[in-house]
């Protein structure tokens, strides 16, 4: 047993300008926004993000000026809003280099980097201009070894001519971070609900972050192992984050903010109330902690507390606010 | 609608539903397709299931959820897995019955666009969220129903980007690109219902909603619109209003 535990502000700054990194959770759910937000805070530059459908998380470090280049298939806050506002903003500006690829495909290239293979083949993308154009150019990949050489390779089966596939590369990132319900000091996790991509993109990295909700004893989780999908040695640092996904939804604990996410998507449209938005709750905010009493405190988390047998609040006011 | 006693996205969710068929797997996405899915389990197939992407198989929905990640899929569900498991076993496998699609523009041969506005998707005028799941829905379904506004500048003779491959040039050409199934077979849009003839594979109008027109639909659509043979979108039922209303969406998420 390795005690694993780290302070959050302590293990953001191990991520140096120029990092690749994958956050887990998908669209509105379960991204590890307390690590991202000290990511902001500390004023890292030129990161290189890997992801499927990532939501405000990306949003808020590309509207900071954090990001470099991004690989993905989808930036928003699905039905809260169309397109994430600052990625939108960053590519019709040239603010930010990117690559389109379909969620598929960005999956089995987590996949392939987990199980140590150079590409996986899949049916998906044939026909479509994800595989007939690409947004980097050869010479921008040729330069950067964080970025695969080669955007994706069309081949024909071996074992049957008729049969055409595609091939995305693998991904390995310098860092995966999650944030999750449950782990223990020695870097076992429980992720309850939808696991989205989350064990492919740790097991794709160099160095796994855990942020969770809770710290739960070994046994606790060892008594059920089927239920546990990352193993502990795969896992570096823990941190203990209560709602540390906020605004966004980590089921069986609590929903997605609504209020805070219709503040967002008020404010991040324009460059003066985005930088408002990060005073009040990125900059103007020493850590999480005062983070969640400057959105509203107990009361307002109290809100968003998950029902028994339900997993999120069926009472949750969710139109006209 | 003027006149009538239902909206348009009541009757677009009416229309969505009657595309699915009993015992259908169903690959969904926020909005729309999630209303016309849960109308179509308490009418006419009840053994429809739903398929999300970000993880879960036949989820019993007690709430209407605001993403395909949301808590609430979870609720009695067959499975909770993540997105692998979901896109690899039962989408790419073949398993998945009919997929929902929408986009900001939509081209005669049922193509999609995503992705972005603009003659080079690297400079583009106006940018969206991308893909996520549409292209590999659009490829590996076994049918696809699209979902759209209809107006003049979001039906043009061909899409910016390809973001979702339906058809592509007609005839075969979407087999000759090597996708072995699947293609759009429906294009519910604002104003009417849009199918492909079984050859050339290009858009005909099926039907037009109750108040337009024939021409009123080609004057809004920027390619030759085929209006043959095109009859008026039965109205919604009184029964299917009282579910999507008291049932489906009663606090009113996606209804309007």
């Not at chain 1, 870097?187 to 492919?200: H, L, M, N, P, S």
């Amino acid at each position: 047993m390795t005690n694993k535990l780290i302070d959050l502000h302590a293990v953001a700054a191990l991520v140096p300008n120029g990092a690749t990194l994958s956050f887990g959770g998908f669209t509105t759910q379960r991204h590890p926004m307390a690590f991202v937000y000290e990511l902001v805070r500390l004023k890292r530059r030129d990161l290189y993000l890997f992801g499927h459908s990532p939501g405000g998380d990306w949003d808020i470090l590309i509207g900071a000026g954090c990001v470099k280049r991004v690989e993905l298939a989808y930036e928003a806050d699905e039905a809260f809003n169309t397109v994430g506002p600052r990625w939108r903003q960053a590519v019709e500006r040239g603010e930010i280099e990117w690559e389109d690829y379909s969620n598929f495909s960005m999956v089995s290239r987590f996949a392939a980097g987990a199980m140590g293979i150079p590409f996986m083949p899949i049916r998906s993308l044939l026909g479509s201009d994800l595989l007939r154009k690409q947004a980097l150019t050869d010479e921008q990949r040729a330069a950067d070894p964080r970025t695969s050489p080669k955007k994706l390779h069309c081949m024909t089966s071996p074992f049957n001519p008729q049969d055409q596939v595609v091939l995305v590369p693998a991904i390995h990132t310098d860092f995966a971070v999650l944030h999750v319900q449950k782990a223990t000091v020695n870097g076992t996790v429980r992720i309850e609900g939808q696991t989205f991509a989350d064990v492919q993109q740790a097991l794709c990295a160099n160095t796994v972050i855990v942020t969770a909700e809770e710290i739960v004893e070994e046994e606790a989780l060892r008594h059920e192992p089927e239920r546990n999908l990352i193993p502990f040695f795969a896992v570096k640092y823990i941190c203990h984050v209560p709602f540390g996904s906020h605004p966004y939804a980590v089921y069986n604990y609590y929903d997605y903010d609504p209020l805070q996410l219709k503040e967002y998507h008020e404010n991040a449209d324009g460059d003066a109330t985005f930088q408002g938005y990060l005073e009040k709750y990125v900059y103007g905010v020493k850590d999480h902690r005062e983070y969640l009493v400057r959105v509203g405190g107990q009361a307002r988390l109290d809100q968003l507390r998950a029902a028994p047998g339900y997993g999120y609040n069926p009472e949750l006011k969710r139109r006209r606010l | 609608m003027a006149g009538q006693d239902y909206t348009l996205t009541e009757l677009m969710a009416v229309i969505a539903a009657r595309e699915i068929k009993d015992g259908e797997i169903v690959f969904a996405g926020t909005g729309l397709p999630m209303l016309g899915v849960m109308l179509a389990q308490r009418t006419h197939a009840p053994n429809c299931c739903i398929i999300f992407e970000a993880g879960t198989a036949a989820s019993q929905l007690a709430h209407l959820p605001m993403s395909v990640g949301d808590p609430r899929v979870m609720r009695e569900a067959a499975i909770a897995a993540g997105l692998n498991e979901i896109f690899s076993y039962v989408l790419q496998a073949g398993r998945v019955d009919v997929g929902f699609l929408s986009g900001a523009q939509v081209d005669r041969f049922g193509n999609i666009n995503s992705t972005s506005i603009g003659p080079d998707p690297r400079h583009p005028t106006v940018r969206f969220s991308g893909s996520g799941g549409a292209c590999d829905i659009a490829c590996l379904a076994r049918r696809t129903i699209i979902i759209a506004l209809h107006e003049k500048r979001r039906f043009p003779e061909k899409v910016d980007y390809v973001t979702s491959p339906g058809w592509l040039e007609g005839g075969d050409s979407r087999q000759k690109a090597g996708l072995t199934r699947g293609g759009p077979s429906a294009v519910v849009t604002t104003m009417g219902v849009l199918r492909f003839r079984p050859d050339t594979h290009a858009t005909y109008l099926a039907s037009y909603h109750p108040g337009l027109s024939p021409q009123a639909l080609a004057e809004a659509t920027g390619f030759p619109l085929d209006t043959e043979g095109a009859a008026e979108t039965p109205a919604p039922t009184a029964q299917e209003l009282r579910i999507l209303r008291e049932e489906v969406d009663p606090e009113r998420i996606f209804l309007k």
